[in-house]
């Protein structure tokens, strides 16, 4: 079945910093990709998506690239605020018109220091 | 703009007892998907629903039932209520055939004693 890995936190950056946090994924045929974010006592927000293989998601800074020869979507910005504190969620679903339902990984906090 | 709403936000129910959940999604959006997330746990795919009729099954206990109506809002009825079913307890809407984005609701918080 479909499934999701993510690193493993939590992280701690200082701002300004450069952030990366690595998802690979297994599927069956051509998955969506996402990544949400779920700010202290709320919930998920969608970050950013790609729907098909080299395409890049974008927003807010944050930007991922689905690679399909590694089977990977990391997430990555140049410079961290201390507002970008919060959990991470890679996630996956059906290819666009398919109902399936999302699969996300386990998570990462991430924290950034003034 | 409309977002998906649940109710209510919080909810505090002892063992055994019974608790009900409700999600209206975004205007138009016709499928409806229930998470169900753990203290410091990824959220799991309990169930979903297309034109009121269940579309996918994922975790969801035997005790949990789920049903979506002719207005496309649903609820989720929890039984016999266990320690362990206490979480955050999420709705998500998409419109079908659409872009595959789900919306998520800002969920219920569920504390059973």
């Known amino acids: 079945g479909d499934s999701v890995t993510q690193m493993e936190g939590p992280v701690t950056l200082s701002e300004e910093a450069f952030l990366t946090i690595n998802c690979t994924y297994t599927a069956t045929g051509y998955p969506s990709l996402f990544w949400y974010v779920q700010y202290p006592g709320e919930g998920l927000q969608l970050l950013l998506k790609?729907?098909?293989?080299?395409d890049k998601g974008s927003n807010k800074g944050f930007e991922a690239t689905y690679r399909k020869e590694t089977t990977s979507f990391h997430l990555e910005k140049g410079s961290v605020q201390v507002s970008d504190s919060a959990v991470y969620f890679c996630?996956?679903?059906?290819?666009?018109?398919?109902?399936?339902?999302?699969?996300f990984g386990s998570g990462t906090q991430l924290t950034v220091l003034p | 703009a409309a977002g998906v709403i649940q109710s209510p936000r919080h909810l505090i129910k002892e063992k055994r007892e019974t608790a009900t959940l409700k999600c209206y999604p975004i205007?138009?959006?016709?499928?409806v998907y229930w998470y169900q997330q753990g203290p410091g746990q990824d959220p799991q795919f309990l169930i979903s629903?297309?034109?009121?009729?269940?579309?996918d099954k994922g975790s969801i206990p035997d005790r949990f039932s789920a049903q979506q109506f002719s207005d496309y809002h649903s609820e989720l009825n929890m039984s016999s209520l266990e320690l362990g079913d206490s979480a955050l307890y999420f709705c998500?809407?998409?419109?079908?055939?659409?872009?595959?984005?789900?919306?998520f609701g800002a969920g219920s918080r569920l504390t059973v004693l």
């Open positions: 629903f297309y034109e009121k009729m269940q579309s």
């Open positions: 998500a809407s998409r419109p079908f055939g659409g872009a595959n984005v789900l919306t």
């Open positions: 996630a996956l679903s059906g290819p666009s018109g398919s109902a399936r339902q999302l699969t």
């Open positions: 790609a729907t098909k293989a080299d």
């Open positions: 205007p138009r959006h016709d499928t």
